[in-house]
């Protein structure tokens, strides 16, 4: 019944050793977005895709990646993570993203930086 | 720049209890809003959408409204059980298919 899919549920990564973390969605939906949230703060878009359209979130860091090869999955990229990019990364979906649909949310990943 | 507030930041109340969460954003010109509950260390689930043309949705014991004009949405949850403990998140869309959400509202209900 899952309809985002993230993996891994939970990542542990070195200061400076790139990453990626990986979405997947069943809903066949244009729109797929990466959120980080922080301790008790509110989730921050990074980016998104409207198909293949990437559009990045003017205040993203250049070290934030991401790639979508298909409708079904999408890719964050880290390429040098730091401890302040430890936090828990979200990944949703919208139908066709006209912004009065809803958004579907996976069950995130929590990346950790040692 | 878009803000969404919620207040209170946390609540505690005692099984049984109608409550009632309050956001607000500085955007009227919104698409639409909606409320998501979180889970600790989840994601997040959509509760309600109102859409910017309607005033409020209804599901099961969850009410959520909405007043464009000065910015507010309430969320009110009736009979409150230990089960509704939870994060409740409110987030609008405005243009370009961009969500903006509040640092939510950490809900606490005692047995």
């Known amino acids: 019944d899952a309809m985002v899919i993230q993996n891994p549920r939970y990542q542990v990564t070195q200061f400076g050793k790139p990453v990626t973390l990986s979405c997947s969605q069943t809903?066949?939906?244009?729109?797929m977005y990466w959120y980080q949230q922080k301790s008790s703060q509110a989730p921050k878009l990074l980016f998104h895709?409207?198909?293949?359209?990437?559009?990045n979130e003017a205040d993203t860091p250049d070290n934030f990646q991401s790639r979508r090869p298909n409708t079904s999955f999408c890719f964050l990229d880290i390429r040098s993570p730091g401890l302040g990019d430890a936090a828990m990364y979200l990944c949703?979906?919208?139908?066709?993203?006209?912004?009065?649909?809803?958004?579907?949310f996976g069950s995130g990943t929590q990346l950790s930086v040692l | 720049k878009q803000e969404v507030t919620q207040i209170p930041a946390a609540l505690s109340v005692p099984e049984g209890e109608n409550l009632v969460l309050n956001c607000s954003f500085t955007?009227?010109?919104?698409?639409?809003l909606q409320w998501f509950r979180q889970d600790p260390g989840k994601g997040l689930t959509s509760l309600l959408l109102?859409?910017?043309?309607?005033r409020e949705q209804t599901s099961g014991r969850l009410n959520a409204s909405l007043d464009k004009s000065s910015g507010r949405s309430t969320l009110y949850i009736a009979a409150s059980q230990p089960g509704d403990s939870a994060t409740y998140l409110c987030?609008?869309?405005?243009?370009?298919?961009?969500?903006?959400f509040g640092s939510g509202t950490k809900l606490n209900v005692k047995p």
């Open positions: 949703a979906t919208s139908r066709d993203g006209t912004g009065y649909e809803k958004l579907f």
């Open positions: 809903l066949n939906h244009n729109v």
């Open positions: 895709y409207y198909d293949k359209d990437f559009n």
């Open positions: 955007d009227s010109a919104i698409y639409n």
């Open positions: 109102i859409q910017s043309s309607q």
């Open positions: 987030a609008f869309s405005g243009n370009f298919n961009k969500f903006y």
